[in-house]
C-alpha cells in the first residue's frame, strides 16, 4: 500500500489533485481508499457522488442518543467505539468501482466545537488503517486547510501507522502558498511524522519562466522541491459547473500532467 497525501493553503487545488489521483489509480484497476479530511468535504462532488453520511454526522448520532435526543439504537453489548466503527462501515463509507470514500465533515450547527470529532476521528482512523487500511493499493488523503490538521492528530494515525510514502504540498504560486507549504513541513519535521518524502505541485502557473522562479523561490527560500507544475485546465472548470465527475471527462491537461507526475513518483 502508497499513501499519498495532500496538503497546502485552502483553493490550492488540492481536492482536484486528490480525485484526478483517484481517477488515474481506478484506470490502472487499482482499489483507492479516498479519506477526504477537509471539514467542507468537497471531494464526493468532484467524483460525481450526491451528498455522502460523514463520520462528524455518526459522532453527532452517537452523543445524541447518549443524551436522549434521538432513540438509542446503540446494542448494549458493545462499547461506543465498537458502535461507531459499525456506523463508518455500515454508513460513512462509500463503495464505489475504483474506490471507497470516507469523509471526515464536522458536527451539526448545534456543537460549536469540533473536538469531539476530531477525537473520535482520530481513534476511528487508526482502527480502519489497522483492520482493513492494508488490503488497498493506495490511499490518497485530501487535507483540510493549512496546518489545521495537525493538532487534531488524525494524520498522525496514518503517518505512523504504517507510515506515508509522499506529501505533497499545493502551490498556486503565490507567496502565501509557500508560507504555508513551508509551516507544514516544518510542523511534521517538528513532530517527527514517518514521512518519506515531502514535495510541492503548483497549480495554475503555465508560464515558462514564472515556473523557473516559483521553483527556484521555493528551493532557495523555503527548502521545498516544486516537482511538478499542473495547468489550468478549462475543462475541469466545465465539469464543476455542470456537476460532472471527474473519472469521466476526457483526458484534460491536468489529468495528463497528474498521470505523468505519478508515474514520476513510480505509483504507475
Request: charged share 25%; with cysteine.
Amino acid at each position: 500500500m502508497t499513501i499519498l497525501v495532500f496538503s497546502g493553503k485552502g483553493g490550492t487545488g488540492k481536492t482536484t489533485l486528490s480525485a484526478l489521483s483517484i481517477r488515474c489509480f481506478a484506470e490502472r484497476g487499482e482499489i483507492t481508499l479516498a479519506l477526504d479530511f477537509d471539514p467542507d468535504s468537497h471531494l464526493y462532488k468532484l467524483l460525481g457522488l450526491h451528498a455522502t453520511a460523514t463520520l462528524g454526522q455518526m459522532v453527532d448520532r452517537i452523543h445524541k442518543e447518549k443524551k436522549a435526543e434521538m432513540e438509542p439504537k446503540k446494542p448494549i453489548d458493545i462499547s461506543d467505539q465498537e458502535y461507531l466503527l459499525s456506523l463508518i462501515a455500515q454508513e460513512v463509507i462509500v463503495e464505489q468501482q475504483g474506490f471507497d470514500l470516507l469523509t471526515l465533515g464536522k458536527p451539526s450547527l448545534d456543537i460549536d466545537c469540533y473536538c469531539p470529532v476530531y477525537l473520535w476521528s482520530e481513534y476511528a482512523i487508526s482502527q480502519i488503517m489497522r483492520s482493513y487500511g492494508l488490503t488497498y493499493k493506495n490511499v490518497v488523503v485530501d487535507c483540510d486547510p493549512g496546518t489545521e490538521i495537525f493538532p487534531r492528530k488524525i494524520l498522525d494515525q496514518i503517518a505512523n501507522n504504517p507510515g506515508i510514502d509522499y506529501l505533497l504540498t499545493v502551490l498556486d504560486g503565490s507567496r502565501m502558498s509557500l508560507d504555508t507549504a513551508k509551516e507544514i513541513k516544518d510542523e511534521v519535521n517538528r513532530r517527527k511524522l514517518k514521512v518519506k518524502n515531502i514535495s510541492a505541485v503548483c497549480t495554475r502557473v503555465d508560464d515558462a519562466e514564472v515556473q523557473n522562479e516559483i521553483r527556484e523561490t521555493a528551493r532557495n527560500n523555503y527548502g521545498i522541491e516544486v516537482i511538478a507544475f499542473i495547468p489550468i485546465d478549462t475543462e475541469i472548470v466545465k465539469a464543476s459547473l455542470t456537476n460532472q465527475s471527474i473519472l469521466n471527462m476526457p483526458d484534460s491537461p491536468a489529468y495528463k500532467a497528474t498521470r505523468t507526475l505519478l508515474n514520476a513518483l513510480q505509483f504507475l
